[in-house]
């Protein structure tokens, strides 16, 4: 059934018709609907359905649904995950509904829990599976692939093999085109690619999100501590981290926290709570920009002309500011910039803001002269290349320095930006109007 032709989230749900949808599909259905509603008919699925189904549904919708199943059935549903999954959901259940369950769980099911949910959130080992394919080094292509067809049904994916050692150290890893090419009697320590590409349990979840784009890899393995293999962060988990992260810094440009849900699903006093502090810390920043205008009120009075260029030159500055700050805060992110890029990349924007200032301005100077005379086009004109100089300057600064100590750069934001940029164009702009219309 394609999603153009999905039912309604309010019109009846045949079992055929649920089991014709695509798991993602089904489950955004199933997230505008009852709890009750939701678990019927993911109880009409095969298990194997439902659980994968159930990885789609929304954060919240499990927990709901989770508080309609009994014990047994969503330990049955618990088994069936996948690991991450699983961990990720045990994490969200509240503290009696984990005591209630964990009675219905099987020993290993309540281990591998338990280690998953050690990790800290936001790390590696928070995103990754344990459930990954395993070969012996020694083993001939014509055994591992035999090998590969058992583990099957319980991995994660079968597509890349991981070479271990007795004590779990990753040796390499070998995919299973590899072995299906390879002499049947060829042993994997032949055939397996050594030194591949991971990450450490407790390395930040984007960075095996950057690792995984860069390397065009299928998963990346997973290394704790002692150095021994514990798990893997796949492909489609990486996506969700470089999504989530993308989804922070998307807010924090707009000037706000995160939601931590879906916008749908927030409510009145989170969507208050996560904008009022920068709103009033940006309201107690543009004091600057009107005690600008304040100290520069006899040379307003004067020539009362400058008043319909002040809007327009200090939203160029903000806006060109913006720019920097997005190109910046981007390569940062992806490492396409490293801080002792800042030099080098400073005086490259001196040049692309003087330019920009300088064409800006030659166009508002036509404007000027309509509006004001030959002086106040002056004064125009080179207000628009100081206040885009500055603009851009302090856009690509502002990130180098919130990530020099320690900050997500991201939070230099765009209303952050345009805030500094207002401030400092009012004072540039009557500056140079005191200094060439009444000195």
């Known amino acids: 059934m394609s999603a153009t032709t999905l039912p309604t989230a309010k019109a009846p749900l045949p079992a055929e018709a649920a089991a014709a ?15 009750g509603a939701a678990w019927e008919v993911l109880a009409a699925l095969p298990l194997a359905r439902r659980a994968e189904t159930f990885g789609y549904l929304s954060a919240a919708t ?16 618990l088994t069936a995950m996948d690991a991450d999954e699983r961990a990720d959901f045990w994490a969200r259940l509240p503290e009696e509904s984990r005591e209630a369950l964990a009675p219905a769980l099987a020993a290993a099911e309540r281990e591998d829990i338990r280690k998953l949910a050690s990790y800290p959130p936001g790390t590696a080992g928070a995103v990754m599976t344990s459930d990954y394919a395993v070969l012996r080094p020694e083993m001939a292509a014509r055994e591992a692939i035999e090998a590969l067809r058992r583990q099957a049904p319980s991995k994660e994916t079968i597509h890349v093999a991981y070479v271990l050692s007795p004590q779990r150290r990753l040796l390499g890893t070998v995919t299973l085109e590899d072995l299906v090419l390879a002499p049947a009697g060829q042993r994997v320590a ?9 990450v450490r349990a407790e390395d930040p979840a984007e960075e095996a999100a950057r690792l995984v784009a860069r390397y065009d890899l299928p998963a990346i393995p997973v290394i704790n501590g002692g150095d021994a293999m514990v798990g893997i962060v796949t492909a489609d988990d990486a996506m969700d981290v470089a999504e989530a992260e993308a989804t922070t810094d998307f807010h924090k440009a707009g000037g706000s926290a995160s939601l931590g849900v879906t916008l749908r699903e927030a409510t009145t006093g989170l969507l208050y709570r996560k904008r009022i502090v920068w709103l009033i810390v940006l309201v107690f920043a543009n004091i600057f920009s009107g005690a600008g205008i304040a100290a520069f009120e006899d040379v307003i009075a004067a020539n009362v002309a400058l008043v319909f260029f002040l809007p327009l030159l200090i939203d160029s500055g903000g806006n060109a500011g913006s720019q920097s700050a997005t190109l910046m805060v981007r390569a940062l992110a992806t490492g396409e910039a490293r801080m002792a890029d800042w030099g080098r990349m400073l005086g490259r924007e001196v040049v692309v803001a003087a330019l920009l200032g300088a064409t800006m301005a030659a166009a508002v100077s036509i404007l000027g002269l309509v509006r004001g005379g030959p002086e106040i086009a002056v004064v125009v004109a080179l207000t628009m290349v100081c206040v885009v100089l500055v ?10 320095l919130l990530s020099r100590f320690g900050f997500d750069p991201a939070t230099a934001s765009a209303p952050l930006i345009t805030t500094i940029a207002d401030a400092s164009g009012v004072l540039i702009y009557f500056a140079i109007a005191s200094a060439l219309l009444v000195g």
Not at 21 to 35: G, N, T
Not at 192 to 197: L, S, V
């Open 21 to 35: 949808l695509h798991p993602a599909d089904l489950a955004a259905l199933l997230d505008l609907r009852e709890p």
């Open 62 to 77: 499990q927990v709901a649904v989770a508080e309609v199943a009994s014990p047994r059935d969503l330990a049955a549903l």
């Open 190 to 198: 032949e055939i397996m690619r050594t030194d591949p590409p991971s």
């Open 391 to 400: 603009g851009s300057l302090v856009g690509l600064s502002l990130p180098f």
